[in-house]
């Protein structure tokens, strides 16, 4: 009976406008205590200045310059740290009491988790332009012309969005939000360095090389890489869009599933 | 369609793990009257919230809201519904008109309404001066306002209070009740969970008594305390050690368990109605000959029926209320 009577809800307007409601949730709180981005602004020029200086008189990488190489590797870990930040993101949101606002509210249900990723995407795009910017500052240049600049920056941040729904993922599996950050982690750390992120993966052992050659992060890194030196860029770019959407066709509807699921 | 209750409840159940938190609830409140749901802590009171509010699975029995099953067409009952649960929820880096206008986009009032709206709700619960400040700057009880404002930015039909005014200072307190009786008048279905007896007194046209995830009791507050029939006789001996043996003598003629205060051995009773036992209880005190400081005669209170019908001692309730 009262069925016939029930408006719709939801669609794709909705989903836009309570999306923009939860991104600028975010920003507003980043903006108004802004440590966090702070901190993850700095980390990636933390990275390009302790590998240049401590590690780069002693990695010889083959033919380029180890700024022109370890660059790009930084600006895909940064994301890949990013994803931390968005499992401690996503698990205070779910541990804070606003959420059974939110809830009980006709609000779009995967709103939350978009606007968060969202979030931590453009946050990831602004540390990046900072981090080439003092790049430039120690040699880093663009040696594909401006349009594979562009291409290089797009991927990475597209890289990123990916990787941030797998913090999605974190976040609602371990809901404690110390703990969402340290798995975050836990998982970032290895997946940046068994990867070809600071050293090329030819100088790994043999099993070594076998993860890294398999590993996203390797895929994202080598086409960015290639991108900026201004190097044949078709095939690692294919792969790293490859895997970008393979994350993203499993990591959404399994994120969304898992939040709707919350008091069931 | 209006004959309807505005909120139809029957059979709910719920277990965590393998606590039965409700056990069969059947609730209906007419749309527009205030409904008490009283109980002591652990009664399930919280728990029948979270499911009428959509946030939580029932494990059995259905729940309407406007005719709107919760389950099945949530996002109907959503569009229906206000909720301001025991601890606020509000964004606290944002200001009190930020958390207003966010809730008002989210109910897709559009920006001039959502800022008209936020507002008229900042006047009604008195965050004028504070509307610009952020939540973080506010007192508890300014904050538990702001979450009933938020609450209300879409005009709710059904308003789901939980708990609202625990913890409270009676200045706060009283503004929640104003705005409750203000909304009730208006044609606002509302329940009220409270374990403050005095609250649903108040407030609420009928009293729902929920103890161990069962309704125990329902009726208007004097329909409840007129169940009791007989008075309410209190007796304070000198020795506090003494409250012992004063219930004892006289839980003959006691509807319930007698209460003690462990503090001062202060003895409560609700006294059968028949003729006489007043009397002989009265007797059967002076005959234990132990020295009395007061003995007090008066008519049942609404503490008397939650006493008499939530279980014995102990069951999770502390007199005086406060959790």
């Known amino acids: 009976m009262s069925r016939d009577a029930a408006p719709a809800v939801g669609g794709i307007s909705a989903l836009v406008s309570d999306t923009w409601v939860m991104t600028r949730r975010n920003i507003r709180r980043h903006v108004r205590v802004p440590a966090q981005l702070i901190y993850s602004t700095a980390l990636p020029v933390m990275w390009v200045l302790l590998f240049l200086y401590v590690f780069g008189g002693s990695i010889q990488v083959p033919e380029v310059d180890y700024v022109l190489f370890l660059l790009p590797g930084i600006l895909v870990l940064a994301t890949a740290f990013g994803m931390a930040n968005t499992a401690l993101g996503v698990a205070e949101d779910l541990a804070d009491n606003v959420l059974d606002r939110f809830r009980s509210q006709p609000v779009s249900r995967p709103a939350l988790l978009l606007g968060r990723a969202l979030f931590d995407t453009a946050r990831n795009g602004s540390a990046l332009l900072v981090a080439i910017g003092v790049g430039f500052l120690v040699g880093f240049r663009f040696h594909g012309g401006p349009l594979a600049a562009v291409g290089a920056f797009a991927l990475i941040v597209g890289f990123g969005f990916g990787f941030s729904w797998l913090g999605v993922l974190l976040g609602l599996w371990v809901r404690d939000p110390e703990a969402a950050q340290t798995a975050g982690l836990l998982f970032a750390i290895p997946a940046m360095f068994a990867s070809s992120t600071f050293v090329p993966v030819s100088s790994m052992p043999g099993w070594l090389q076998a993860v890294a050659n398999n590993s996203p992060v390797t895929h994202a890194v080598d086409a960015a890489r290639a991108l900026t030196l201004g190097e044949p860029a078709g095939r690692p770019v294919t792969a790293a869009l490859l895997w970008t959407a393979g994350i993203l066709v499993l990591a959404v509807p399994l994120a969304v599933a898992r939040y709707q699921r919350i008091g069931h | 369609m209006s004959d309807q209750p505005a909120i139809e409840v029957a059979g709910l159940r719920k277990a965590y793990r393998k606590v039965r938190a409700l056990d069969g609830v059947d609730l209906a409140v007419p749309t527009g009257s205030v409904l008490g749901l009283l109980g002591p802590n652990g009664a399930g009171k919280t728990t029948v919230v979270r499911i009428l509010a ?82 973080e700057t506010y007192s508890g009880g300014m904050r538990r306002r702001l ?112 209460r003690i205060d462990q503090t001062n051995g202060e003895v409560v009773v609700a006294v059968d109605p028949d003729p006489g036992a007043l009397a002989d209880a009265l007797h059967r005190v002076a005959a234990l000959d132990l020295p009395v400081a007061d003995v007090e005669v008066g008519r049942p209170a609404l503490d008397d029926v939650f006493f008499s019908l939530t279980g014995p001692a102990g069951s999770g309730y502390a007199s005086g209320g406060a959790a």
């Open chain 2, 54 to 135: 959509t946030l939580l699975a029932p494990d059995g029995g259905t729940a309407r809201v406007d005719g709107y099953d919760v389950v099945g067409q949530a996002p109907q009952v959503r569009l229906r519904i206000g909720l301001t649960g025991q601890y606020a929820a509000v964004d606290r880096f944002a200001t009190g008109r930020e958390n207003l206008e966010q809730a008002g986009r989210l109910h897709r009032l559009g920006r001039a309404r959502s800022a008209r709206r936020a507002a008229e709700l900042l006047d009604l619960l008195d965050l004028v001066e504070a509307a610009d400040r952020r939540v």
């Open chain 2, 147 to 258: 979450d009933l404002a938020t609450s209300l930015v879409s005009r709710p039909s059904v308003l789901f209070l939980d708990e609202p005014t625990t913890g409270l200072d009676p200045r706060a307190r009283l503004a929640v009740w104003d705005v409750t009786r203000e909304l009730a008048a208006g044609g606002t279905t509302v329940l009220l969970t409270t374990q403050y007896l005095d609250e649903a007194d108040y407030l609420s046209a009928r009293i729902a008594l929920l103890d161990r995830g069962r309704v125990v009791a329902e009726g208007t507050p004097s329909e409840l305390k007129a169940r009791l029939g007989g008075a309410r006789l209190t007796i304070r001996p000198v020795d506090v050690a003494d409250g012992q043996r004063v219930a004892a003598a006289i839980t003959e003629w006691s509807r319930g368990a007698p």
